[in-house]
């Protein structure tokens, strides 16, 4: 499967050491997690899984803001990280996804910490009056700087963005022919990289892990 990719981010031996590696979920989470990818719904690799789950307990947060929630994997991934009384919000414009992560959060009983929002990001964004410890963003990658120009500012002192897909399978920072959708993806990917990168109130970082992370740290 993964020899069939077009492009890579990394070794193709050193990716597949990683995976083989890394410890899986178990329980639901771990369900949820094989469920999608055995239905081909997009989900954050098992490897950035990881990171988003370590940096998120690093942070503790109190309010997590997710741009694309799915099936609810990586709610259910971060609600663990929260602290007391802590929620998250998060956004998914499907409604059949939407459902689909409603029924996880019920049975794993913290519907209470997760608030779901269903409509379409920049809109919903438009209209969300908050600070956050922590944002992820997951969702429309052609609209990552409209995300990031719409939420940057709602990320408290310490707190951190952690946007995922941002190499685009290596297609960002490879030359490598692609089709008009993919170079105009590529296009928005790389100036939602130099935003992230110039804004003085951010220190930021690209990681090859997974389909690309860029992290955002709030000075
Ligand atoms: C990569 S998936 C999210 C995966 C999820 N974070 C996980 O790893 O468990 C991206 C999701 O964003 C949603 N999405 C796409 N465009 C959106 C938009 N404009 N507003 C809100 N959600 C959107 C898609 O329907 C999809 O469910």
Do not use: W
């Amino acid at each position: 499967m993964e020899s069939k990719k077009r492009f890579h981010i990394v070794d193709e031996k050193v990716d597949a050491y990683i995976k083989a590696s890394l410890a899986p979920y178990s329980g639901l989470l771990g369900q949820v997690q094989s469920d999608a990818e055995a239905r081909g719904i997009p989900v954050i690799s098992h490897e950035t899984a990881r990171l988003l789950e370590i940096i998120s307990r690093a942070i503790k947060p109190k309010r997590i803001l997710e741009i694309g929630t799915a099936v609810g994997f990586t709610s259910l991934l971060m609600v663990g990280s929260l602290s007391a009384y802590g929620k998250i919000d998060t956004i998914e414009v499907d409604p059949e996804m939407a459902a689909e992560a409603d029924g996880n959060f019920k049975k794993a009983g913290c519907s209470g910490k997760i608030n779901l929002i269903v409509g379409d990001a920049a809109d919903v964004l438009e209209n969300i009056d908050k600070q956050y410890d922590f944002i992820f963003i997951d969702a429309a990658k052609g609209q990552y700087c409209r995300y990031y120009e719409l939420c940057s500012g709602m990320v408290a002192a310490n707190g951190m963005i952690f946007t995922d897909n941002v190499l685009y399978r290596g297609m960002t920072a490879s030359g490598a022919k692609i089709n008009r959708r993919q170079q105009l993806l590529v296009k928005r990917l790389r100036e939602f990289i130099s935003t992230a990168v110039a804004d003085k109130r951010f220190l930021t970082d690209v990681l090859s892990i997974g389909d690309g992370v860029c992290i955002s740290y709030r000075k």
